[in-house]
């Protein structure tokens, strides 16, 4: 009899585990999920892949999108700062949206390429996966006011003022870092130029993105701005202080601009300790490892590569973050400054390590059901989902 009573509650528990999985599925397919970066083009279109097919490499394709409840998915529009296209970084920019295009256009009844909210809408009554375009890097409109413009009539929904490089009117993160260590000189900020770049694009309902710029452009930019900003995939400085990173003042700063920071996966962004061990695996660290293992394998450089990218796999993992790490910098940000400033944007396919459990596009699920399970509301979660995203959007867009 008391084996008989194990059993049923053992049965039992199994089905409300089960039952709570599928309402957990179900809040999360009816919420809106919104994710404001992915270098799929640039990654994966560019080099000849198709995202309407089922792919076995890199983060995003139609079929995982759908499996992790993708409503509104940016899509980045980038090129480092080494031009791809002899004619230079606009037409890089445009090469990039051409291929967006055709990828909407030849599957149209399962996307949409939207510009404004009333295609926003639009898409998501007819239950399509909505594409917005978004420009990572200001150096791709060419210090040209009317280059901009024509980003814009092409469907640009935010501008990334820098990416990495500076422009010749926005200091980058990475540029500020460099001046404020002493290895290199210039001006921080925004000029003129760069102040009406963030007026301009005020006017033409284009969202300002703050994510890769240095922190003095980052202040110039938020005295200009008179709408709401993005932070289009960005994460907690204080949890893991790197440049790319936001500082708890620039946190709050956004929150006064009723702006939304969202969060980038970057395992190197989410983890101090990864961040810690990808840089010691580099430079001299990495040469002084690489010359001990050829020592021992007696100068066969490709056993000693083999070795060293086993080893360097093995010591990446053991420091890997996961799932709880992405959400305690969601959580940082709400308990410091509310749960309307926060949201997704987790650079899946531009960057090479992401957390275990959030391999891909399909993993959105599983931050929803640690944002449950840590006693965040239903209203909470689908701000973070997407509402957040939403109520910037609306605020610049015609
Ligand atoms: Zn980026």
Redesign the pocket.
């Known amino acids: 009899m008391k084996r008989f009573s194990f059993f049923l509650t053992g049965v039992f528990l199994l089905l409300a585990a089960n039952s709570n999985s599928q309402n957990l599925q179900r809040f999360h397919r009816k919420a809106t999920l919104v994710d404001t970066?992915n270098?799929a083009l640039s990654e994966l279109v560019l080099e000849g892949k198709d995202l309407a097919q089922p792919l076995n490499v890199g983060h995003s394709d139609l079929y995982r999108w759908r499996a992790g409840g993708m409503n509104i998915q940016f899509m980045?529009v980038?090129t480092g700062d080494k031009a791809r296209n002899k004619e230079g970084y606009y037409a890089d920019a445009n090469q990039e949206i051409d291929s967006l295009s055709i990828l909407v256009l030849r599957n149209h009844e399962q996307l949409a390429l939207a510009r404004n909210m009333k295609e926003i809408k639009r898409g998501m009554r007819l239950k399509k996966l909505v594409m917005l375009i978004g420009v990572?890097?200001g150096h791709m409109i060419e210090d040209d006011m009317a280059k901009l413009e024509a980003l814009a009539k092409r469907g640009m929904c935010y501008l990334?003022l820098t990416?990495?490089n500076s422009t010749s009117w926005a200091s980058s993160a990475m540029d500020e870092y460099a001046v404020d260590a002493g290895t290199k000189t210039m001006n921080k900020g925004l000029n003129e130029f760069g102040k009406n770049v963030v007026r301009r694009l005020n006017e033409l309902g284009i969202m300002v993105d703050l994510?890769?710029v240095g922190e003095k452009t980052f202040y110039d930019a938020l005295a200009v701005s008179s709408k709401p900003v993005i932070l289009?995939?960005s994460s907690v400085y204080n949890i893991c202080p790197v440049f790319?990173n936001v500082t708890d003042d620039q946190i709050r700063a956004v929150a006064a601009n009723k702006g939304v920071i969202c969060i980038?996966f970057y395992a190197g962004f989410i983890s101090a300790a990864y961040d810690q061990r990808i840089t010691s695996l580099q430079g001299e660290g990495r040469k002084q490892i690489q010359d001990s293992i050829l020592k021992v394998v007696g100068g066969d450089s490709t056993r000693m590569l083999k070795i060293w990218s086993d080893y360097r796999d093995k010591e990446l993992d053991a420091v890997r973050p996961g799932v709880k790490e992405v959400v305690d910098h969601i959580e940082y940000i709400v308990k410091l400054v509310g749960d309307d400033y926060v949201g997704l944007g987790a650079?899946y396919d531009?960057v090479t390590s992401v957390p275990i459990g959030l391999e891909d596009v399909s993993t959105y699920p599983k931050i929803t059901e640690e944002l449950m399970r840590r006693g965040f509301s239903r209203r909470s979660v689908k701000k973070i989902l997407g509402k957040n995203v939403l109520r910037v959007m609306k605020a610049n867009m015609p």
């Open positions: 970066h270098d980045s980038f990572e890097g990334t990416w990495n994510s890769h289009s995939h790319r980038n650079d531009g």
